[in-house]
């Protein structure tokens, strides 16, 4: 974990609705940033991984050998059993050898199953350059040794060996040497300005060669110790660490020679004889076109940064291959090689999608391969649920059909980063986002940083003002459950609790899959390659108009309206091929000016096949190079007008009209006035009288579109889809915005309900029906602000079928599930006979229902 900057400028299971992602497609913040042998040995391959997730062979993992811990359906399968990943990172290298054994307890005590941690190069290079990871200088540098005192206490570790490991370790993990002895290797960015990070010319020979011989000495560590049947060990391997992000947030390309010779190559690949047509450097000398990368003039500025990113993908996606050939090599083979993605900052995940734009191509469709979140969200709000249910929605839709969701560093701390109670998240925060990503798929959950500890001296002093690892000062991971002398924390009792609930499902989680209703929200990948944006008026203009809109719509309304409106919906990417209207019946889309002309054409053929379109933000009329490309207005029979703006005490406004009425009439921050060929306006601008809300047929399909940025009044989001054909599966009578539910289903069709009150301390009760019938019995449940539960429906566990529950499933044993309610009463149905100490037992239609009044109670088979 690192630094990421808060914007660019500094299968269904289950039941006939349920439609799965088609495969087709100045206190220091913790995301701050503060200012040969490579062809012989680590040859990098030439090719590039598709741009988006395509269906893998039924084999998920068909490399060489049968893998050890593989994964298949959006499962993890360890000893040929589904399960669930529950770790905790562990910085041993800042831990005296001593003190190993007591975070480990305390790890144990929460309920961890694994153990994940950095593996710094820089800490175990040594001042002549040798690599020591037995110990022979340092007894904290024996590598081994702690890999083993993880497995000898039952738990699977998770190592992440870089090279980069950020960590809040100087430069980033990569021993400065590397950097001194190669000056090729480091970036430059726009007018050739020396870049602000560590950060390096990855895919440099001389920088290859370098983490070669790293690799060679770390990896066989691990390569002796991975997961072998029934004895924990190496579960997963991690390749280095948000690959891209220092680059991003510093808006600095690492435009060395050897990366500017390898870009030229592939615009004239990409492009070929119309080259000269996108670029008026095209057919120039070397040295010319790379000025003209390096310092771009505005006509192309736009195209450039598009193509930078395009392009980065695929560079990116030759180190990943490059890193695990050594890893591979190395004899680490079998397991899993993850990605982390980076994108949070300031408690937000908006620009997230960055990340899985730049590193998609590392493993999307990939076999071996699976992408982590790196998310620090704080407190689960209104304001964020969306954040985290689109990091974990877009990540999604581009992994193929097994590739499950997971979450490698999950803040787990109470947010105190610059240890100067200047920050402080809730209780809950952890509670209630391990339970979201839970319900959208997570099988896998690191929590990070889960015992804070000491940044030792560095072994020759440099002068640097503390002369330690890291750049923290002399502790480390204040904020942690377990702080870094080893006493539990604010979190620690709150994140145990979590943990101890989530493993009391564990058996009927990890074969589950999330369940859909049959609307989806289009990920536009490349409304996200903004990372690398020279300042030129036309790429501020695309800043502009993409930034706000891109993903979740203007001001969010477009995504938490679907969210907080019932939808249990997914994602699908639009750049992955091309849409099938039975399978994505209704689809979102939050666009602004800019979108590429095939997606719009994509679009078209989705509509005219019958398709349901629901799209927000501005009528799309330019690629993402600036160019015209009108074919999705053009369809819709739209003609964009002005945009008319709310300021300088004009209060714009906006009324509905059609079905969108009878509702108040309301202020808008923007709108886009059009006219339309044909269809029915829905809402009007005010002063005008001209719309900004459209219902059109077009072809087989309809299309509504709002270019006004109305609010998020979920009644009103709602009322559209449902025009388009959209009805929740499920619903509940909640008269307060907060609630949602969502569902998960194992192949039998048993369920969990994921019950979330996301109001800020606000509790509701509320009764929940399927397709208007009640379920649980038409019993009221309730939850506390910010609460969640995990509620069964019709379930098999410990020898019961489960018909429904109102109290959460706390244990299941042989003959017997244990539970905890949710408040005073608790009620139970059981299919045939069942029994509970001091309950109220009736029978209905062949069912046991038990009424039980204690805060946690045992049901036996009977």
Known sequence: MNTAGSADTAGPVGGADAA??????????????????????????VGTAPAAAAPSADGPQ???????????????????????????????????????????????????????????????????????????????????????????????????????TMAELKGEGVPERVRNEHPEINPKGWNGADGPTPAVDYLAPAFLAETRRWYDTVMPVFASRLRRKGKPGVIACQLDNEIGMLDWVSNTPALTDHLLKDFQSWLDRTYGDGLG????????????????????????????????????????????????????????????????????????????????????????????????????????????????????????????????????????????YGNNLGNQSGAEASDLKTRLCLAQGAKMINYYLFAGGFNPKLDEPLGDGNDRIGSTGERHG???????????????????????????????????????????????????????????????????????????????????????????????????????????????LATGEYLDTPVQRRLVRYLEAGGKLLLSGRLPGKDMAGRPSTALRDALGLKPGRTMTDANRFFLSVTAHGWAAPRAEIRVPRAQLCTASRGDVVLKELSTGEGCGFDVPVGKGRAVVVTGEYRCDVDFWTAALRELGAVPRYAHDARLPGIFLLTTADASGGRLMHAFNIGAGYGQGFTVTERGKPLFGGERLYLPGRGAAM??????????????????????????????ALGDEAVVAVEGRARCSGAKVTTEAGRTVLRVRRGEFTVHRT
């Open 478 to 588: 204040f904020a942690a459950p377990v702080d870094p002398e080893g006493r539990a924390g604010y979190s620690y009792e709150p994140l145990k609790r979590t943990v101890h609930a989530v493993r009391g499902n564990a058996a009927v989680l990890a074969p589950m899959r999330a369940e859909y209703d049959r609307v989806a929200l289009g990920f536009v990948p490349d409304h996200y390659l903004t990372e690398y944006h020279p300042a030129t008026d036309s790429v501020k203009a695309v800043l502009d108009d993409v930034q706000p809109v891109r993903g979740f719509g203007p001001g969010d309304a477009l995504s938490r309206g679907m969210l907080l409106g019932g939808y249990r919906y997914h994602s699908v990417d639009l750049q992955a091929g091309d849409l099938d209207p039975d399978r994505v019946p209704v689809l979102g």
């Open 62 to 164: 068909d490399r060489d050998e049968a893998p050890l811990v593989p994964y298949r359906d959006k499962q993890i399968i360890v000893d040929g059993e589904p399960v669930l990943v529950l770790g905790g990172e562990i910085h041993y290298f800042r831990l005296k050898r001593a003190d190993w054994q007591s975070r480990l307890d305390k790890a144990k005590a929460a309920g961890l199953n694994a153990i994940a941690t950095y593996v710094p190069w820089m800490w175990h290079e040594t001042p002549d350059g040798s690599i020591d990871v037995t110990g022979r200088t340092r007894p904290e540098r024996d590598l081994g040794a702690f890999i083993d005192l993880c497995i000898e206490n039952g738990f699977d570790v998770i190592p992440r060996p870089g090279p980069f």
């Open 20 to 45: 799965g992602p088609a495969t087709t497609q100045t206190a220091p913040r913790r995301r701050t940033v503060l200012g040969s042998i490579g062809a012989a040995g680590m040859a990098t391959v």
């Open 277 to 416: 047509d996108r670029y008026p450097f095209a057919g120039r000398p070397a040295a010319e076109r790379d000025k003209a990368v390096r310092t771009p003039e505005d006509g192309y500025s736009a195209a450039l940064m598009h193509d930078l990113g395009a392009f980065m993908r695929g560079r990116f996606a030759r180190y990943v291959d490059t890193l695990r050939e050594a890893a591979e090599a190395n004899g680490v083979r079998g397991v899993p090689f993850l990605i982390n993605i980076h994108g949070t900052g300031g408690g937000s995940g908006k620009n997230f999608p960055i990340g899985i734009s730049q590193l998609m191509e590392t493993y999307s469709g990939k076999a071996g391969l699976i992408s982590g979140a790196d998310f620090y969200l704080g407190d689960l709000t209104v304001n964020n649920v969306t954040d985290l249910y689109l990091i974990n929605a877009f990540m999604d839709a581009v992994h193929d059909r097994h590739q499950p969701v997971t979450a490698l560093e999950f803040d787990a701390g109470h947010a105190d």
């Open 791 to 820: 509620l069964p429906l019709g379930l098999q566990a410990g020898g019961l079928r489960i018909a429904y529950a109102t109290a959460e499933i706390s244990a299941v044993g042989e003959d017997r599930v244990s539970f905890r």
